[in-house]
């Protein structure tokens, strides 16, 4: 029954998040609406993540633009030699538009492997400049070398512009 307990708790947990520097931050597929770099402090460390924010699609009214939100480990600091690393889930994200208040939720991409992917489809309703909030809440996990214990919940907010023909 132990053994049973044990392997559950390992393959539920989050997969370790690696460094990756500005791999997904720097301007291109994954960043190209914007990228922002946070400092989290946990209990065995401390974490700089990069909140990345692309469309992957043309943005059009009336056909859904995908966009993808992508987090990536810049750097971190362990402060326990037992703790091999930290890990995300994403619980959820919402696009609110300024423009007329739609909303959209999201679904898990599986582009990357070095890093953790949502997804989203949000369709325009009208042609012009808008103003997207992304809101993001994610839970961090630190991982043993036998499974994870979660960290702490958090919750952020991001803005982009975008332009709709």
């Given amino acids: 029954m132990i053994i049973v307990a044990l392997a559950v708790w390992q393959f539920t947990s989050p997969q370790l998040l690696p460094m990756v520097g500005g791999k997904y931050s720097a301007f291109g597929p994954y960043s190209n ?17 990069a ?5 992957v699609t043309f ?5 859904g633009t995908d966009y ?5 480990d810049v750097n971190h600091t362990i402060t326990n ?14 696009i609110q538009d300024s423009v007329d208040g739609s909303t959209s939720t ?13 997804t989203s489809i949000f369709f325009f309703r ?19 070398p036998l499974g994870s214990i979660p960290d702490q919940t958090v919750t952020d907010s991001f803005n982009i512009t975008q332009t709709v023909l």
């Fill in 106 to 118: 999201w679904g898990n991409g599986h582009d990357v492997r070095d890093a953790v992917q949502s």
């Fill in 126 to 144: 009208t042609s012009t400049n808008h103003m997207l909030r992304f809101t993001v809440t994610f839970q961090l996990y630190d991982l043993f």
């Fill in 33 to 49: 609406r914007g990228s922002w770099t946070i400092m989290e402090t946990m209990r065995y460390g401390s974490a700089y993540l």
């Fill in 81 to 94: 030699s037992i703790v091999k690393g930290f890990g995300v889930r994403v619980t959820g994200i919402s």
């Fill in 68 to 72: 993808s939100l992508v987090i990536s």
């Fill in 51 to 55: 909140i990345s924010i692309s469309n």
């Fill in 59 to 63: 943005p059009r009214t009336g056909i």
